[in-house]
T-cell receptor, first 115, second 110 residues
């Protein structure tokens, strides 16, 4: 079984709809991240959480919100989806205890299309 | 200036050759550096990390770090068609977040 899972894997929605993307991990990591990836722009950080009570905005948080329901679960919400939020979304996790070797491990991604 | 820069490519090499992928970064306080491989439509997967100046080898892969020049590279020896992918350089600037480059697309021809 995959260590980091994302649901749904694909989603088509309409402008103005609220949607939620979910991420779960069995790696036991305390840190979780949400990224979006657009062609030519690379991976951009939306939100990150270093533990259940610590949630921080990334470089492109406008239009998004998150919830860390448990150490293993981190959800991303688009309150009112717009077409320029069409992208590939990745969840990632990392282990604080690894120091300089702290590595982020990615889920399989959610492909979102906003019409 | 972007924090992490990579040539977008594509970098084309014949099978069996050495592929050299380069990355420069702007923050001198950067502490650790990561190379990820990403196949089209798939998630990034870690190849290796490096945090000390010099070379680090893992199988066919060698990462090279030069902090004075703010430069990190990845060498792939005996390149295979299955190595064709986008290679992402990521830098930990010390705030426990990774900053990613936009990636270099590598094409290995049989």
């Amino acid at each position: 079984d995959a260590d980091v899972t994302q649901t749904p894997r694909n989603r088509i929605t309409k402008t103005g709809k609220r949607i939620m993307l979910e991420c779960s991990q069995t790696k036991g990591h305390d840190r979780m991240y949400w990224y979006r990836q657009d062609p030519g722009l690379g991976l951009r950080l939306i939100y990150y959480s270093f533990d259940v009570k610590d949630i921080n905005k990334g470089e492109i948080s406008d239009g998004y919100s998150v919830s860390r329901q448990a150490q293993a679960k981190f959800s991303l919400s688009l309150e009112s989806a717009i077409p320029n939020q069409t992208a590939l979304y990745f969840c990632a996790t990392s282990d604080r205890g690894r120091g300089l070797q702290e590595t982020q491990y990615f889920g399989p991604g959610t492909r979102l299309l906003v019409l | 200036q972007k924090e992490v820069e990579q040539n977008s490519g594509p970098l084309s090499v014949p099978e069996g050759a050495i592929a050299s992928l380069n990355c420069t970064y702007s923050d001198r306080g950067s502490q650790s550096f990561f190379w990820y491989r990403q196949y089209s439509g798939k998630s990034p997967e870690l190849i290796m990390f490096i945090y000390s100046n010099g070379d680090k080898e893992d199988g066919r892969f060698t990462a090279q770090l030069n902090k004075a020049s703010q430069y990190v590279s990845l060498l792939i020896r005996d390149s295979q068609p299955s190595d064709s992918a986008t290679y992402l350089c990521a830098v930990n600037t010390g705030f426990q977040k990774l900053v990613f480059g936009t990636g270099t697309r590598l094409l290995v021809s049989p």
